[in-house]
Each structure stands twice: as C-alpha cells, then as structure tokens.
C-alpha cells in the first residue's frame, strides 16, 4: 500500500544496477476485447486495426512509449514496489532511453489516485529564468524571433528531478538510490531500438549544431544505427549525482554548475538562483464527472484538466453516441464544443501563482451549459464569432507513462521538453538536453506560438512563472468510485483532444482500450479556425459534409498524439496498450 508522509524505505530487496532481461513478465496477446460491433467507423484503408489485442495482465501494468523503460518499471512492481517507485525508476529510464522527449532537463505533471480513492497532483513545470522579461523574444521592430523555440535562451529551469524526488519523499517505498540505478545501467549502453534510431536521424542536422548535443547524440559524426549498443557517459554521472544526492544532484553542485556554464556560453538566461530556489508543487486536481463517470485531472499551470473538463462539460447535452462515431454530426459537435473550450482556455489559464483564475466557474456544469447553449446542429461557427465566454466579472516534445500497481495505486505522468528534442541544446558535461518550454508562454499576445495557439495576456512572461501547457495526464473512476482507465499523451495543443476522445470512445462508443486508441483523431483549437484530422483519418463523404457545414478542414500530414493508457476490465484484470502512432510497449503480470 503507498504510504503518504516521510520516506519509508520499506524492506523491498534492492534493485540491480543493470536490468536482467525480464522473460518472466507475462505480455498475454490476448482477444481481451471484442471488435467494434460496426468495425466500418474505421475509414478505409486506416493504418490502425479496430481488432488488434491489449495486452493482458492480472495485477499490475506499465506502458510507455520504449520497451526499455517499460520494463524498467515493471521490475519495479514485480519486485513490491508501488506505482509511484515504478512512475519515478520508469520516468529516469526514459531520460536515458527516449532523448526526444524524456528528460532531466524539462518537467511536467503527475496525477496520483490511490487505492484509497484519494487522488494527488504533482506540478513539476519549467519556470521563466528571474532574469525572464515579457519581451525578451521580440526584436527592435516588436517582431517575434526565433529565440524561444531553438537554443539556450528557449530553456526554462528544468523541474523534472525536483517533481520526481518530491513524488517518492511523499509516497515512495522503495530506497531512492535503487529507482536510479536502472536508469544508470542504461546510461552506460543500451541496445538501440529502431524508433530511437529514427528519430535520431531526423534531428542530426539540427543537434549537430551544438557541439555538445553532436557529441552525445552524434557519436562519430552520425546517429547510432538499429541494434548498436548507445552509450551516454556523461549521462551516466549525471544520474549518478541525482542518486547519491537527490535534488541537490541536480540543482546544486557540479551538475548545476555544468548548466549554468552551458547558459553563459551560449547566451542563456538561467542562473544558480534559479536552480537552487526551483520548487515542485502539490495542487488539488481538477475532478469532473463525465456520463457518471469521474476524470482526475491536472490543474493549473497545466491547463488539460480543465479543458478537458469544459469540453465534457458541453458534451454532456450532447449524445454523442446517438451521432454515431465520426459521423459529420458527431465531429462537427465534437469541434464546436472544442472551439469554445480553446477560446477560453487561451484566455484565462495561466500559473495560479501569477493570476487570479476563475477555476471553479471554468470547469462547472452551469458555465458549460452556458457556454455551449449556441452550438447549432446545422452549422459551424466561426472562430471570429466565438471569444472567449464572460468568465471574470472584471483567462511537440512530450511522452507520457502510466502505471497500475497490485494494490490498485495508479499513476498517470507526463514529462515533457516541448518540441522535439527540445531546445537543440545539450548541456556539455551532463549529457541531457535542455527544454525550449519558453515557447508555452505569450511571446506576444495575439501570435501564434510553436503549436500554433493563439494565447492571451495572462500567460505573458513573468520571472519565476510556469509557462501554460497542454499536458492532461488523467485517472478515471467508474460511476462506482473504482478506478477504470489511466491516460495521456504527448501532442503539444493536441493532447487535450486526444485524451478526451481515447476516454470518450471508450465511455460513449464502447471501445475496447487498442480500438479506442487507434481510432482517428479530431482536433480543433479555436485558431486557426479548422478541423484538423490525422490523414486518411475520416471517409471523404464526411469531410464534404463538415465543409458544406461551414468547416474549414486540414488533413494532417502526420498522426496525431501517442497514448499510453491502461483499462480495468470488468473482471478486473487490467488492459494496457501503447499507441502504435509511435510504439512503445505495455507490460504487466
């Protein structure tokens, strides 16, 4: 059972310095979920079966997007630690594995809902240097540079070490020292898969314009190949300090003294103030009931729990279920609920710490009602016609994880370092990337920012304030209190979108957890004012329809999202899978 207060150490036996090979975890490729009763909601030709199994396990399960770190995490539970053990050792194990977007040098959010149906959220965002200032990103005509999105100045003081030692002081159980020592077993040489080599490959040219990043990510001038043995020296002693010291391994020391070398070589902004005086924060989740159902989400600075909860909100008064999936009906409602809760989640959310919110109003039933009592079934509104409502009486690189432990704690985490691979910038020395998180906040109020989201003024940058995101790490109960499904996504502006449709397909369509993963994906974000769809994503007769409607639509040149979720099933057994949009594994026994 997790304990929360203190440190327990517990008296789990000590885990190895290098993982073994874990032939024993039982991945059961199992027919644990029937195909859509009308398997032609998929469009022809979608890359993704309505038919592929989850994998099946009887207690416990881990699923991320690297087999690697999956693993990691289950050894953790296999042997007796809990979800938050599994969550941290897999989160470090990711830094080492998935460079793109697990990190030391980014942050993100955890959502913790125990097996006494209590349920924590953890802020561990990036925040402004104190050296930040609201037009640091705009030149002497008032013009946007590049400087948030690529290089130090982009970079945000990293929260993710802080975030992940808070999460064990809390509720860890086991030693802190043997969470670390999988991730430094895989620093020192790990078997590339080809996910990682291909992405690696793609990013070569612009990491080999940061002599640090081209060293450590570039060995010999290139990327490695498939099947070669990866090795991160630096890497290694950095996680080293982080076990043997904790935070002060990071935020104090030599590692903070190689990052604060690293920002003045390269015009960065972040001081050994900013590192050392670096808190993670507990807040109240956002709850939201849903069909019956109850959805935990994450609060501001995150702005995806009550985004989320707005768009249920709308939904509520509309049966999707009744308009059939993706039929022209069912997307057009689907996107107008959307455009509204984008309007004003680009309006009012920002850091609770900096501005007044007006939360409880936002994520209530009324407002929704209110907000929604426009939405015609005939026609799209326009974005240029829908502000943000009257709220105040006077507001990409990412991977996700989520854990189920046999006590039935579950843990949903979500690190990013925004876009891929982040700022570009490796800190020499460490061996960890740097976030370009600076890119969350309004460079200038009224232009789009790395997602294309239009936000507004309270979200401008402020010394020490975290940046808005879009990451909506999720639990969700059943209408009898019991834990059901735990889920997220990376995405940038999408992940909203996608968590809401992966647990709408479930709740209201009656998915299995792969057919309700794998299904196209919507989106939509108030500007620019379209229909985003994943390619191929939705039958031509209906995109026809939707333009007919008044939707301007855009066909992805890519996918769309990449969940990594866990279902309870009605015997109780769990259901893990991870989104085949970029792979991963999930695992359990």
């Known amino acids: 059972m997790i304990r929360d207060g203190g440190n327990p150490r517990g008296g789990h036996a000590p885990l190895p310095g290098r993982l073994r090979a874990i032939g024993a975890v039982v991945l059961l490729a199992t027919a644990a979920c029937e195909p859509l009763a009308d398997a032609s909601a998929y469009p022809a030709g979608w890359p993704f079966s309505p038919r592929t199994p989850a994998v099946d396990a009887d207690s416990a399960m881990v699923a991320t997007v ?106 860890g159980t086991v030693g802190w020292a043997e969470l670390l020592a999988p991730a430094i077993g895989l620093a020192g040489g790990f078997t590339v898969e080809s996910g990682l080599a291909r992405s690696l490959g793609r990013a070569a040219e612009s990491l080999s314009r940061y002599p640090a990043s081209r060293e450590a990510f570039l060995p010999g001038g290139e990327p490695p190949a498939e099947g070669e043995i990866f090795r991160q020296p630096d890497l290694m002693r950095a996680l080293a300090r982080i076990r043997s010291r904790g935070p002060d391994g990071f935020y104090r020391g030599e590692t903070a003294r190689l990052i604060v070398r690293e920002m003045r070589r390269g015009g960065g902004i972040i001081t050994a103030e900013d590192l050392a005086s670096y808190t993670a924060r507990w807040r109240e989740p956002v709850r939201v009931n849903y069909r019956g159902y109850t959805f935990h989400s994450m609060p501001p600075p995150s702005s995806g729990g009550a985004t989320l909860a707005l768009i249920s909100n709308i939904l509520e008064d509309h049966e999707l279920s009744r308009l059939g999936f993706h039929s022209a009906a069912g997307v057009h409602v689907l996107a107008e609920a959307l455009r509204r809760a984008y309007a004003d989640r680009n309006e009012y959310l920002a850091d609770p710490d900096y501005v007044e919110l007006p939360l409880e109003r936002f994520v209530s039933e009324a407002y929704a009602s209110e907000r929604g009592a426009d939405i015609s079934p005939f026609a799209a509104t326009p974005s240029s016609r829908v502000g943000p409502g009257a709220l105040l009486t006077e507001g990409t690189e990412t991977t996700h994880l989520s854990v189920v432990d046999p006590e039935g704690n579950a843990v949903a985490l979500t690190t990013t370092i925004n876009s891929l691979y982040g700022s570009r910038v490796t800190v020499e020395g460490a061996g960890f990337l740097l976030n370009n998180e600076m890119d969350d906040f309004t460079a200038r109020p009224g232009s789009p920012n790395l997602y294309g989201l239009v936000q507004g003024e309270r979200n401008a940058i402020e010394p020490g304030k975290r940046m808005l995101s879009a990451m909506t790490p999720t639990v969700v109960e059943d209408p009898e209190g019991n834990l059901l499904m735990v889920v997220g996504s990376p ?17 209201d369509f009656g998915m299995s957890l792969p057919q309700a993963v794998n299904a196209p994906r919507v989106h939509h974000q108030h500007l620019p004012d379209r229909i985003q769809f994943e390619r191929g994503g939705l039958p031509p007769a209906v995109v026809d329809s939707l333009r007919a409607m008044g939707h301007e639509m855009d066909e992805r040149r890519g996918t769309s999202g990449d969940v990594k979720a866990i279902l309870v099933l009605p015997e109780g057994s769990l259901a893990g899978y991870a989104d085949p949009r970029r792979g991963g594994l999930a695992a359990g026994f």
């Open 66 to 171: 690297d087999a690697h770190a999956t693993r990691v995490g289950v050894e953790v539970l296999r042997r007796g630690g809990n979800a938050v053990d599994a969550a941290v050792a897999t989160a470090f194990a990711l830094a080492v594995v998935n460079p793109e977007a697990g990190n030391l040098g980014g942050g993100g959010f955890m959502v913790i809902r125990l097996a006494d149906g209590s349920s924590h959220a953890l802020d561990f965002r990036e925040r402004a240097p104190l050296a930040a200032t609201r037009d640091m990103y705009l030149d002497e005509r008032g013009e946007l540079t590049n400087a948030s999105r690529r290089g130090h100045l982009a970079a945000g003081v990293p929260g993710t070490v802080m975030g992940l030692w808070e999460a064990h002081q809390r509720f």
């Open 491 to 507: 995405g940038g502006s999408t992940i909203i979108t996608t968590v809401f449709q992966v647990i709408s397909n479930v709740l």
